[in-house]
């Protein structure tokens, strides 16, 4: 998963895939328009939900290297069936098969027609996002240099989300409330997966402690293009404030 939109380091984890036999597939819902999610991976994963870089309301996209595969999610897709309604058409032929089980997961005309055009905004979008990060960066540094941001290297990224790492024995449901009381929204990027019920009942015993941790002081601060820098200097402030209550 390109976390945030930071492009995560593809040979390592092709690596990691190799040597035990495994498929890498990219979870690149964070990912939009930036470098070449899919390049590792046997397969990528785009959303297109509408709290995305860039969205189609619902819906997403998943690209494929091999031709196999990507006939086979194809056909996936469209309740496994070998022939879709434009290729009956096209083929002068009434007849089907279904040879595999199938889903409904066909993106329609409309939710494209939706896509093409936020396609030729979402540079513009992440070249603001990009700026905004920047700026938190800079006033994070400046009104909470207690506060760690993570990925500080210059590193490619879509600039989804703005995770940041709060301080050890931080009472993140306080400052959340103080940031809500400010007006401000933030929201949580995410509470582990091998913590969920379902996951617990098949994987009882995983423990993660560097996923645990990073969960436990993580607070996600508002980005989105519509912010501008004075926002951001203001959210950074409301976080100070929010931290020395
Ligand atoms: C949004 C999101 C998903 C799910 O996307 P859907 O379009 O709702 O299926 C999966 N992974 C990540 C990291 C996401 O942000």
């Known amino acids: 998963m390109h976390y945030a939109g930071y492009l995560c380091d593809g040979e390592a984890w092709q690596d990691f895939a190799n ?26 994963v785009f959303s297109f939900f509408g709290n995305k870089n860039m969205t189609t309301a ?3 996209m998943v690209i494929a290297r091999d031709e196999e595969v990507h006939e086979r999610i194809r056909q996936m897709r469209g309740h496994g069936m070998t022939l879709g309604t434009m290729e009956r058409l096209s083929a002068h032929s009434l007849d089907y098969d279904v040879t595999t089980l199938g889903y409904n997961y066909r993106m329609d005309e ?10 030729r905004s979402l ?18 540094r400046e009104y909470c240099p207690e506060v760690a941001v993570p990925f500080s290297t210059p590193h490619p990224s879509a600039h989804h989300i703005m995770p940041v790492l709060l301080p050890d024995r931080t009472d993140r449901d306080l400052v959340v409330g103080c ?12 509470p582990p997966i091998h913590r969920f019920s379902w996951y617990r009942s098949r994987f009882p015993s995983v423990s993660l402690p560097n ?3 990073f969960c436990r002081r993580e607070l996600t601060l508002p980005l989105h293009p519509k912010l501008e820098e004075r926002d951001v200097e203001w959210i950074a402030c409301a976080l100070a404030e929010a931290l020395r209550r």
């Open 123 to 140: 540079k513009r979008w992440n070249k603001k996002r990009e700026m905004l990060t920047g700026a938190y960066r800079r006033y994070l």
């Open 211 to 213: 996923t645990e941790e």
């Open 19 to 44: 040597e035990r036999g495994l498929r890498l597939i990219e979870d690149a819902a964070h990912a939009a328009g930036v470098g070449r999610p899919g390049v590792y991976g046997d397969a990528a």
């Open 110 to 119: 409309l939710r494209a027609a939706i896509g093409l055009v936020q396609l």
């Open 179 to 190: 940031m809500r009381e400010a007006g401000v929204q933030t929201s949580m990027h995410y």
């Open 58 to 60: 619902e819906g997403g």
